[in-house]
């Protein structure tokens, strides 16, 4: 009897750049084997319209039709790392599909006297299984929030795995939201959302030099951190608010970031250059 399972694990995170796939075998201890890797980016009028529900334009249609549309995309992401790798589909025992988040609500609201979070991902697991026919899982954001959790619950359990917890260690990702996982023998694990990660970048990098993001931070570089002007940015009531937390596009988004750019400085590569800064900070 075998002492592993053989794994596809999809996502895409609020960036919006890609699906990426990867094959892996677990074994029962939970170490695990890379097998391969897959990306697929998202075309580009798939890209808009997921950034434009992101934003909170869109309708019940449109959350509809993307919920398939996304679903083909990461059907095809785990079938192009199935064939990169060479190994049969009927030897996968299941894909993990986080989906791609749309709308995130960590917190309370109340309608008809009941009180709850809120958590949207798109891209149907059943349109997965379908096409793959392979078993899909999913559903891991909104099963955390219906425990009261923030909806962040993979990253933590992966990090204590990989990292363990025999000296206090902080290990930070900086996806288009930057999070942190806490990592100690005298506390419990806990991760949060520290704020924008690449979010506001990208955004700004889009807008002034019509480009994706800012690769190695070749813009950034060429301009000087306006200290008044990421005081300001600074001032964003989130960064002080204390742990549980998490969010996203819900106020990092396209408004956030034309208001910021009231105070700006007038120079476009200072603007990347103190938006990365934030960042840092």
Sequence with gaps: MKNFKTIISMMSGTSLDSIDACLLRIFDD?????IDSFSLDYPDEVREKLFSLANNRGDVKDVCIMNFVVGKLFSKAALGVIKKSGIKACDVDFISSHGQT???IPFDIEIGGIKTKRTLQIGDISVISHLTEIMTIGDYRPKDMAADGQGAPLVPFADKILFGTDKNR???NIGGISNVTVLSKNCDIFA???GAGNMLIDYYVNKFFNLPYDKNGEIANKGNINENWLNILLNEPYYEKQPPKTTGRELFNNEYAEKMLTNAPENKFDIIATTTALTAK
């Design 170 to 172: 902080l290990i930070q």
């Design 102 to 104: 749309i709308f995130h």
């Design 192 to 194: 949060f959302d520290n």
């Design 30 to 34: 939970l170490t695990f084997e890379i």
